[in-house]
């Protein structure tokens, strides 16, 4: 024990020497007029307490506030140390601003429901803090003199019968956690992951928004997270280990004005492109992830399509029958819907009614957005239907027609050519709408867009990039579309009368 505290007095003394801050007085700013903090995190409490007046702005994670800084559109942004360093290294118009604000240490968050577990990690994390292997994993990751980091093999366990240790992780907070080479590393990764080959555990990584760890965490989507600051409200949701990394919290700010400040930073933004591509899509060949979060992308938009219409058409079946119990549930069943945001929607169903069950993010979004699909569509499929004449249906029936053929060979087809234009703006409207499932630790496009950006960071190009790709995509579905409905509009085609040719 007296070891383990000279060690973290020890370290956190480097730290102070690290940033030229006094430890016994903060050298904070008087004045702070617009400040960034990120969602869920402790400086999101410490600047309402400490910070009233400020016109605070939050963001989903550090790489966003610090693009907001460097835009000028922010005077100063709130971050742990460790993240702070790191940004300050890559982005020089960024500096300190302040001393430490707070003695806040990181600890690894464990599941409430399994204690057993949380005994078995502390007893690893206590050793490791007692015999230096703590000191060794921090110094490979944390470099006074800017350094390169020192990357270690650590061993992993290739029982495919092991027991999966699930981890909720940030993949934007680097030295502690970010995404290389198609892999997950960092100080936090490192220690989780020489602690599960201990414990006899394969590692399940979840990439999440730091807001949503604690919750992921009491609705059994994960079992543990590191690099987590115990809190008395956290502390009712989850078990906590020991402290073992001091982390306190700084302001930073932009020395340098924004991006258009000036004719030379625009010339110099256009000059750069090409390097910007390089680093975007070639470094570590990124484009892999930008691959993998567009099959994602795809995957989720046309699977929630299909299974969206055949559910739009049940509930439309549903809405005009005559048994009015079923017209009362299809009726209430879309203003649920369509009243709900699919954000929210994603995350009661992620966490509140999949919460305890072992299914994959995947299913769950394309669950969500079929259902999100269905009730917009059955709404088309019934304008459409109302739109035909009646006169024509019982034409039909006069004629001999079952209502099935009169439904195909007359409803359909004409209900088709109200039904497309409404409905290809919907589908297109719903690939867009795809962005958000990273909420629930999806790696599509956007979230590769984010994962770049961490790496990168400058905001511009991978930004730029992505929104294309959506428009390529997008652009793609809308042709697909054009050709279905040109096909199916009697009045667009060509009609073309058996043996007689048309001559110029």
């Not at 206590?126 to 093999?153: A, C, P, Q, V």
């Not at 004719?263 to 070639?282: C, D, M, N, P, V």
């Amino acid at each position: 024990m007296k070891r383990r505290t000279v060690f973290m007095v020890g370290l956190l003394l480097f730290l102070f020497a690290m940033s030229g801050c006094v430890a016994e007085k903060a050298d904070v700013p008087v004045e702070v007029s617009r400040l960034g903090v990120m969602v869920g995190s402790t400086n999101e409490k410490y600047a309402k307490e400490h910070y009233p007046n400020a016109k605070t702005e939050h963001f989903n994670n550090y790489v966003d506030s610090s693009a907001a800084l460097r835009a000028g559109k922010l005077d100063y942004a709130m971050m742990d140390y460790a993240s702070a360093l790191n940004f300050i290294k890559y982005n020089p118009g960024l500096k300190l601003a302040s001393g430490f604000l707070t003695d806040e240490k990181y600890c690894i968050g464990i599941n409430k429901s399994k204690p057993e577990l949380a005994e078995k990690i502390s007893g690893v994390l206590n050793r490791y803090l007692s015999d230096d292997t703590m000191d060794e994993i921090i110094s490979h990751w944390i470099k006074e003199d800017g350094s390169d980091y020192t990357f270690t093999d650590v061993p992993k366990m290739t029982n495919a019968d092991a027991p999966v240790l699930k981890v909720a992780t940030v993949s934007s907070r680097e030295p502690t956690a970010f995404f290389q080479n198609g892999q997950f590393t960092g100080m936090e990764i490192e220690l989780i992951e020489r602690i599960a080959y201990e414990l006899g555990y394969k590692i399940e990584y979840q990439d999440m928004d730091f807001s949503a760890m604690v919750t992921a965490m009491g609705s059994g989507k994960a079992d543990v997270c590191t690099a987590m600051y115990k809190t008395p409200e956290r502390a009712e949701k989850i078990l906590f280990t020991a402290p073992y990394f001091p982390n306190p919290q700084v302001l930073i700010t932009n020395t340098e004005k924004g991006l258009f400040a000036d004719g030379a930073k625009i010339t110099e933004l256009l000059s750069g492109i090409g390097q910007s591509f390089h680093r975007t899509f070639i470094v570590e060949n990124r484009w892999t992830l930008v691959l993998s979060g567009l099959r994602l992308t795809v995957l989720i938009s046309l699977l929630s399509m299909l299974l969206g219409s055949l559910l739009g058409a049940l509930v439309c079946i549903m809405n005009r029958g005559k048994i009015k119990f079923l017209s009362a549930v299809a009726k209430l069943y879309i203003r649920i819907i369509q009243g709900m945001p699919i954000v929210v929607m994603l995350m009661i169903f992620y966490y509140v009614l999949f919460g305890n069950v072992s299914i994959d993010a995947v299913i769950v979004a394309i669950i969500v957005f079929s259902l999100n699909f269905s009730a917009y569509t059955s709404e088309m499929f019934r304008t459409g239907v109302n739109a035909v004449d009646k006169g024509q249906l019982e034409a039909a029936a006069a004629s001999g027609f079952s209502n099935l053929q009169s439904f195909f060979f007359i409803t359909l087809p004409q209900a088709a050519r109200h039904i497309i234009p409404v409905y290809k703006g919907e589908f297109i409207s719903m690939v867009k709408m795809t962005s958000v499932v990273g909420y629930i630790a999806i790696q599509d496009l956007t979230k590769a867009s984010d994962i770049i950006r961490s790496r990168t960071y400058e905001a511009f190009f991978p930004l730029i990039a992505t929104a294309l790709i959506y428009f390529a995509i997008t652009y793609l579905f809308i042709l697909i579309l054009n050709i279905v409905e040109y096909k199916i509009d009697p009045k667009r085609r060509q009609r073309m009368v058996k043996g007689v040719r048309v001559h110029d």
